[in-house]
């Protein structure tokens, strides 16, 4: 099978077709086959024109989405710095519950953030599809649409939080350890 032919593609075809018709048919009728000349040289710079008109406005909605999608990461960025000075003074308190809320209402507004952008991403990707040759899908060929999972529950209140770089793991014997993930160093007891 061939690959499918841009609009652009389609519209030279379109107007060579009309070329020919128009040899094959002069000696028959002059009149008329000026006119359907003319037709459909129009439909084919018609054509055209509507194909240019749909890359130029994708083009413009995709750079639309490209400057907001970097404002996002500014703002992620920012969130996360944000959060930094906002924690310091609670855990400096020893205040487990605001550290806890504040770092929940952060994560929460980042993880927005980043399903905006992953949303406006995929808008960038299906505007690289000129629009004649997108087709209305029906929900039962529609590719499944990818998500991240939902956040897990916050730590138990009773759990230590971890420090900077601690991770912890299990084992397949259902044993729980902690690691570093820069250093690895190793313990089975949470590090302080």
């Known amino acids: 099978?061939?690959?499918p032919r841009s609009a652009d593609a389609r519209a030279a075809v379109r107007f060579s077709n009309c070329k020919?018709?128009?040899?094959?048919?002069?000696?028959?009728?002059?009149?008329?086959?000026?006119?359907?000349?003319?037709?459909?040289?129009?439909?084919?710079?018609?054509?055209?024109?509507?194909?240019?008109?749909?890359?130029?406005?994708?083009?413009?909605k995709g750079t639309k989405?490209?400057?907001?999608?970097?404002?996002?990461?500014?703002?992620?960025?920012?969130?996360?710095?944000?959060?930094?000075k906002e924690v310091y003074d609670a855990m400096v308190a020893c205040d487990r519950q605001l550290t806890e809320r504040l770092f929940n209402a952060t994560r929460a507004k980042i993880e927005a953030m980043q399903q905006d952008i992953s949303s406006k991403?995929?808008?960038?990707?299906?505007?690289k599809i000129p629009s004649s040759?997108?087709?209305?899908?029906?929900?039962?060929d529609a590719p499944p649409v990818w998500a991240p999972p939902p956040p897990g529950p916050p730590p138990p209140m009773g759990t230590p939080a971890l420090p900077p770089g601690w991770k912890k793991a299990t084992t397949p014997e259902g044993k729980d350890y902690y690691y570093h993930e820069t250093t690895?160093?190793?313990s089975w007891q949470p590090p302080q």
């Open 184 to 186: 690895g160093e190793t």
């Open 20 to 60: 020919f018709a128009s040899v094959h048919h002069r000696s028959k009728q002059s009149v008329s086959l000026d006119s359907l000349s003319l037709r459909c040289m129009f439909d084919s710079l018609k054509a055209s024109a509507k194909a240019g008109a749909d890359a130029t406005a994708r083009a413009a």
């Open 65 to 84: 989405l490209k400057g907001e999608v970097l404002l996002l990461e500014q703002k992620v960025s920012a969130a996360k710095k944000d959060f930094g």
């Open 1 to 3: 099978p061939r690959p």
């Open 133 to 140: 040759d997108r087709r209305q899908s029906t929900p039962q």
């Open 121 to 127: 991403k995929a808008d960038i990707e299906a505007l």
